[in-house]
C-alpha cells in the first residue's frame, strides 16, 4: 500500500535529551513537510523540503533540525534547546508535478517531556 | 503567525443542517485546500481551488474562493454524524510552502 509511515506513534523524551521522529513515504513524492500541533491549535510549519539534500526552515523551525539524504526519507530531530516540546507532529508529502500540492499526510507522533 | 484563520473557531449543529466555515488568509496563493482532522489523527485532504477559480464543488462540499477579499469559504450540506471533525484551510504560495490556519472544530448532534 502506498503512503506516509510515521513512528514511533508515542514518545517519551526526557528534558535535555534530542529525540528523531521517523518519516517515510513510498508514494514517490518531491516535497515533504513537518508541522507541530498543539491542543486544540492549527498546524505550525517547522520544516519543509522540495527535494533531495535541499530543505527550507518554516515558521518555528528554532529547536529543531531535518535532513533530507533520501527521497523516501525526512527525519526530524528534536534537540535539547526546544524549550517546550511536548506536542503532536505531523509529517507530510505531496508531489510538486503541475502547480496543485495535495498533501497526504502521516498518523502523527506524539511527543512528551518527562 | 499563520497565514490562514477560519471562523468560527468551532461550530455545533444538528445532523442534516448545513455547515458553512471561512478562512481568510494573508498573502497571494497558488491554491488553497481545505482538510478534515478526526481527533488525535493525521489531515485528509478534502478540495482543492486555484486562484483562478471562484467555485469548487465535490459531492456534499462546496468551497468558495475570493481573490480579492483573501478568503474562502466551505460548505457541508446535509450534514451527518461522521462530518464531526476539525477543518483546516492551506494555502499554497506557489513554493511549495503549505500552511495551514488554525482549524474550525464542526460537531454534528444526532
Known amino acids: 500500500d502506498g503512503g506516509i509511515t510515521q513512528s514511533p506513534k508515542y514518545l517519551f523524551r526526557k528534558e535535555g535529551q534530542n529525540v528523531t521522529l521517523s518519516c517515510e513515504q513510498n508514494?514517490?513524492?518531491?516535497?515533504m513537510y513537518w508541522y507541530r500541533q498543539d491542543p486544540g491549535q492549527g498546524l505550525r510549519l517547522i520544516y519543509y523540503?522540495?527535494?533531495?539534500?535541499?530543505?527550507q526552515k518554516g515558521d518555528i523551525a528554532e529547536g529543531y533540525s531535518v535532513s533530507r539524504e533520501k527521497k523516501e526519507s525526512f527525519p526530524l530531530t528534536v534537540t535539547s534547546a526546544q524549550k517546550n516540546p511536548t506536542a503532536f507532529y505531523l509529517c507530510?508529502?505531496?508531489?510538486?508535478?503541475?502547480?496543485?500540492?495535495?498533501?497526504?499526510f502521516g498518523q502523527g507522533t506524539r511527543l512528551t517531556v518527562v | 503567525s499563520q497565514q490562514g484563520e477560519e471562523d468560527p473557531q468551532a461550530l455545533s449543529i444538528q445532523e442534516g443542517e448545513n455547515a458553512t466555515m471561512n478562512c481568510s488568509y494573508k498573502?497571494?496563493?497558488?491554491?488553497l485546500q481545505w482538510y478534515r482532522q478526526n481527533s488525535g489523527r493525521g489531515l485528509v485532504h478534502l478540495i482543492l481551488?486555484?486562484?483562478?477559480?471562484r467555485e469548487k464543488h465535490s459531492g456534499r462540499l462546496r468551497v468558495t474562493l475570493d481573490t480579492s477579499k483573501k478568503s474562502s469559504s466551505l460548505l457541508i450540506t446535509a450534514s451527518r454524524a461522521a462530518d464531526t471533525a476539525s477543518y483546516f484551510c492551506?494555502?499554497?504560495?506557489?513554493?511549495?510552502?503549505?500552511?495551514f490556519g488554525a482549524g474550525t472544530t464542526v460537531t454534528v448532534r444526532a
Open positions: 508514494l514517490n513524492h518531491d516535497a
Open positions: 507530510a508529502s505531496a508531489s510538486v508535478e503541475g502547480w496543485a500540492t495535495e498533501a497526504f
Open positions: 492551506a494555502t499554497d504560495d506557489g513554493d511549495y510552502k503549505l500552511s
Open positions: 481551488i486555484r486562484s483562478n477559480e
Open positions: 523540503s522540495q527535494i533531495v539534500n535541499d530543505f
Open positions: 498573502t497571494s496563493i497558488n491554491n
